[in-house]
C-alpha cells in the first residue's frame, strides 16, 4: 500500500491565501480522486505555524494552527506559501526568524520534499535550502531572492523550477501549476488532470512533459512570445516551419527567437517542432494511416524525411526540419 505523505503547510505572518489553498485543494481534490478508486488518501495536510492564530493577507483570520512540529517525517513535504516578510535578515521580527530558525533545524533538504510558493522561496533562501540548487519565485522577488541565496541559480520567467528534493513557483497561482505536476509524479497523470479538470484550470505540465504529451512539453515558461510560436506549431504542425516563419508567428526576430526560446524551454524551435511533427505522425499511424500519409500529415516532406527525423540527433537537426 502506498504511504500517507504529511504534508506541513506553514503559515507565515500575512500568507497569501490563494498561495495556501490553491496546492491545498489541489491535494483535497487528489485525496477524492484516490478515494474514488476505492484507493487511500494519500495526503494527511496540517497547517503549521509558530502561534496558534494568524493573519491572512486579506485579514482574514486563522485559528487551531497546529505547533511547528520538533521532528518531520522523512517522507514529509513542507510548503511555503508567500508572505510579503518586509526582513528576513538580522533584523527580522521574532515570528519570522522562528520560522527560519525552524527550517534550519527541522528541513531535511536532500530527504524531505520542500515547496515553495511564490515568496515563500525567501524563507527557504534565507534557511539556507536553496544552497546550490536552481530556483524561482514571483517577478516582483527575484533580486531579494537573489540577494538572499547568493549560492542559488535565481531563474526568472519560470512557473516552476525543480531542483532534487526542492521544488519553488513563481507568484500566487503558478502554485496550483505545480501542485498537479506533483500529483502527476507522486499519484499518476491521470489523478493530476481529474484534479485540473475539478478545480477548472488549465493544465500546464513540467520537467516529466515528455512522458505525458510531447503538447504540452516545454511549457513550464512564462514568455507570450515563445508560447505564441509553440501555439502556432501544435494548431498547424503541417505548415512550412522555419526560423523565419517561427519567428513572424511571435512577433520576434529569427535571432531573439532562437535565443530566447532555447533559454525557456530547453530545447531549440526546430526540435520542438521535430517531437510535434513525431506525435503528430505516430499517432496517424496508430489510427491506421500509412507511413507516406502519416509523413503527409504530419508536415513531413516523405516519409524518408520522416524515417531521418526519427533517428536524427537533436543537435543535427537543420532548417529543413
Keep these: 500500500m502506498p504511504e500517507t505523505i504529511p504534508v506541513y503547510f506553514v503559515m507565515m505572518p500575512d500568507c497569501l491565501l490563494l498561495d495556501v489553498a490553491g496546492p491545498a485543494d489541489a491535494l483535497r481534490f487528489a485525496n477524492q480522486e484516490l478515494i474514488k478508486r ?30 511547528l512540529p520538533g521532528v518531520l517525517p522523512d517522507n514529509a513535504w513542507i510548503v511555503l506559501p508567500g508572505g510579503w516578510a518586509r526582513d528576513l535578515g538580522v533584523g527580522a521580527d521574532k ?37 546550490g540548487r536552481r530556483c524561482t519565485t514571483h517577478h ?16 526568472e520567467n519560470h512557473v516552476f523550477v525543480e531542483d532534487g528534493c526542492v521544488a519553488s513557483s513563481a507568484g500566487v497561482t503558478a502554485g496550483i501549476d505545480l501542485a498537479l505536476h506533483l500529483i502527476a509524479r507522486h499519484i499518476d497523470p491521470a489523478c493530476a488532470a481529474r484534479v485540473a479538470q475539478s478545480m477548472v484550470v488549465y493544465l500546464r505540465r513540467g520537467p516529466l512533459d515528455p512522458e505525458l504529451s510531447p503538447f504540452l512539453a516545454h511549457r513550464n515558461h512564462l514568455h507570450a512570445a515563445v508560447h505564441r510560436v509553440q501555439d502556432a506549431i501544435c494548431a498547424d504542425p503541417q505548415q512550412p516551419w522555419n ?44 489510427q491506421g494511416a500509412s507511413r507516406v500519409r502519416a509523413a503527409e500529415i504530419a508536415g513531413f516532406s516523405s516519409d524518408q524525411q520522416l524515417r531521418r527525423a526519427r533517428h536524427r540527433p537533436p543537435s543535427l537537426l537543420t532548417h529543413e526540419a
Design 243 to 286: 526560423i523565419t516563419t517561427m519567428a513572424a508567428a511571435g512577433c520576434v526576430s529569427p535571432r531573439h527567437l532562437t535565443r530566447i526560446f532555447s533559454q525557456h524551454t530547453g530545447v531549440s524551435p526546430l526540435d520542438y517542432l521535430r517531437n510535434i511533427r513525431l506525435t503528430v505522425a505516430e499517432r496517424a499511424i496508430k
Design 95 to 131: 515570528e519570522n526568524r522562528s520560522i527560519v530558525s525552524w527550517l534550519r533545524q527541522a528541513v531535511k533538504p536532500n530527504l524531505q520534499q520542500v515547496i515553495t510558493i511564490c515568496a515563500g522561496a525567501l524563507y527557504a533562501a534565507a534557511a539556507g535550502l536553496l544552497d
Design 140 to 155: 516582483g522577488q527575484i533580486e531579494r531572492l537573489r540577494a538572499l541565496a547568493p549560492r542559488a541559480e535565481v531563474l
Design 38 to 67: 476505492g484507493e487511500t488518501a494519500r495526503f494527511d495536510m496540517h497547517f503549521v505555524a509558530p502561534h496558534a492564530c494568524g493573519k491572512s493577507s486579506v485579514g482574514l483570520q486563522f485559528a487551531g494552527l497546529e505547533a
